[in-house]
């Protein structure tokens, strides 16, 4: 491993790097003829749980398509991996995801092929540690947890309180994307977030792992070009939204192979040593392999290298210094010449950063490229700037002088919604990726309308920006003479069912009245109210809650 990789990850690991190991080291005891993934270690770092492929010990035999092992250190090295025994291994895919406590695993079953089984007990689930067994517990509460994919990863962060997981789900800006939910008081788990664009791509974020920091996000994607099928890459989080964060890095050749890297971890008892997955020299299937990336000691070095010191004096001799130095002070003030004041100089204007615009314009529902104009516009003086757009390989790439400060992207193609996406240039990196993903203009596309929010329990707008995202609405009837749309309101489900109905409809007809009012003829728009009948999110928690009560539109003719 080169300098160059050091010096990258010094920036996002809490240790300081020194030193590096030479090469990555493979496991053999760990590791078989067969498919190891998926690795978690255990919070005390005494152990390593992973997935084994088509085993002829799992509990479907050579065709499971994953049980649980666990190895045990044994000094440096790890000692000869067993398989989970009981009913926490089955014939699904069954991963460890992560300790709630010292006593409690979750881990997920997941049906791998594409025709779901309703009766697999997919999900997250609870078992308690009884001597050498796992006793099942409970299923993990998580009721808004949906994945289309026939992927799926999870980790819990070292303290049992943060879930990073890869699927596709609500919100997805493609395949596979990364999303992060937390632990309640009461046990239960909240709604997943998307991580945002700044990590997602239209491609595959897979296996992400969130240091001890809860800040330090790493994961594999195939999103971003890389050295092979998918690479690891590195991202910190910048606020706490958990939709911003610095441009992910790629861990470079030390790490990422032409073959597939996944499931990267640090050992929380042996800091800077990492483990990962690679198909590098395993004929196609995973091997768990490791690799000092920072010394163990680096920490207590620093700290004793500064001494601290303390010298006693009597605080009635501090006081006669002090007086001394007070006379002196004055007679020298009484010497020295008026000041005569500089002229002000106003202070020299940031420069504009140097921003490389980069990613594709794609079509939502086929990820093909489509054909657009791309606008940059200043949100503080309304200026515009035309981005490049390669119409022949469908991407934008280029490089522009912006002021630090907020742009909006408009993104216009014929056929398609209009996309505006609100991005920052700020000096903490100086590239901005994005996929724009289009929406078609065709019979039955949904598409909820932003923002528009209602006081509670009224058919009352709370927000007089609502305008703005109704506005946008307008214009789209009005560019398009022959559309027309039904509006549909949706409640969360608190309350007597028939009076949500009722407001869902009074909801909707408010926005038909404003859009009417505008000019658009009565019989283009068409309402429905649904109540609480069909949510996109739990119920349980206000933020679910709040993703429920929404008004979307439906294209019924074009």
Do not use: C
């Amino acid at each position: 491993m080169g300098a160059s990789i050091v010096t990258m990850l010094a920036s996002f690991l809490p240790v300081h790097f020194t030193q590096a190991q030479e090469q990555v080291e493979n496991l053999s005891r760990l590791n078989s003829s067969f498919d190891e993934q998926h690795l978690i270690i255990s919070p005390d770092g005494e152990a390593i749980y992973f997935t084994r492929a088509h085993h002829r010990d799992n509990a479907g035999g050579n065709k499971d398509k994953g049980d649980i092992w666990v190895s045990f250190k044994e000094g440096t090295d790890w000692a000869e991996p067993v398989r989970l025994t009981g009913d926490i291994n089955n014939e699904l895919y069954n991963a460890a995801v992560g300790f709630v406590d010292e006593n409690t695993l979750m881990v997920f079953y997941h049906n791998m092929s594409s025709v779901v089984d309703s009766k697999s007990r997919l999900g997250l689930h609870l078992y308690k540690r009884s001597g050498n067994q796992w006793i099942y517990d409970s299923k993990v509460n998580m009721p808004s947890l949906s994945n289309k994919s026939t992927h799926q990863s999870a980790r819990l962060t070292a303290d049992g309180q943060v879930m990073v997981i890869a699927m596709e789900s609500y919100g997805s800006y493609g395949n596979e994307d990364i999303y992060v939910s937390f632990r309640q008081p009461d046990g239960a788990w909240s709604d997943p977030q998307n991580l945002g664009p700044d990590v997602n791509t239209y491609q595959q974020e897979m296996t992400p792992f969130l240091a001890s920091d809860k800040k330090t996000l790493y994961f594999s994607s195939n999103g971003y070009g890389g050295f092979g099928g998918r690479d690891i890459y590195v991202s910190k989080r910048l606020d706490d939204t958990w939709e911003r964060w610095s441009t992910p890095v790629n861990l470079g050749p030390e790490v990422n192979s032409i073959g597939v890297e996944l499931s990267f971890t640090l050992d929380p008892d042996d800091k800077g040593m990492a483990y990962f997955t690679t198909t590098q020299d395993s004929e196609g299937f995973g091997d768990v392999v490791r690799m000092r990336i920072a010394p163990a000691d680096e920490e207590e070095v620093i700290e004793e290298e500064v001494p601290e010191v303390i010298e006693e004096v009597m605080i009635e001799e501090v006081e006669e210094v002090v007086e001394e130095v007070k006379e002196e002070v004055k007679e020298e003030v009484k010497q020295v010449p008026p000041v005569i004041e500089a002229p002000k100089v106003a202070p020299e204007p940031e420069r504009p950063e140097l921003v490389v615009l980069k990613g594709r314009v794609l079509n939502i529902n086929t990820m093909m490229p489509v054909k657009a104009e791309i606008t940059l516009i200043n949100m503080v003086d309304s200026s515009r700037q035309t981005v490049s757009y390669d119409t022949l390989n469908g991407e934008f790439y280029e490089a522009k002088n912006l002021e630090r400060q907020s742009y909006q992207v408009e993104v216009r193609s014929s056929g398609f919604l209009v996309l505006k996406q609100k991005v920052e240039v700020t000096t903490s990196g100086n590239l901005l990726a994005r996929d724009f993903l289009l929406t078609p203009i065709e019979v039955g596309t949904a598409v909820k309308i932003e923002n528009v929010l209602f006081k509670r329990g009224t058919a009352t707008f709370a927000d007089e920006q609502v305008s703005k995202e109704l506005d946008q609405i307008y214009q789209l009837l009005v560019d398009n003479p022959q559309m027309e749309i039904r509006l549909e309101g949706h409640t969360d489900n608190l309350g007597n069912p028939n009076l949500n109905q009722i407001l869902s409809e009074r909801r909707v007809e408010a926005v038909k009245s404003y859009l009417v009012g505008k000019g658009i003829a009565i019989n283009r728009i068409a309402t429905k109210g649904y109540g609480g009948t069909r949510p996109i999110a739990s119920n349980q928690e206000e933020a679910g809650r709040e993703l429920n009560r929404r008004v979307e539109f439906v294209i019924t003719k074009f």
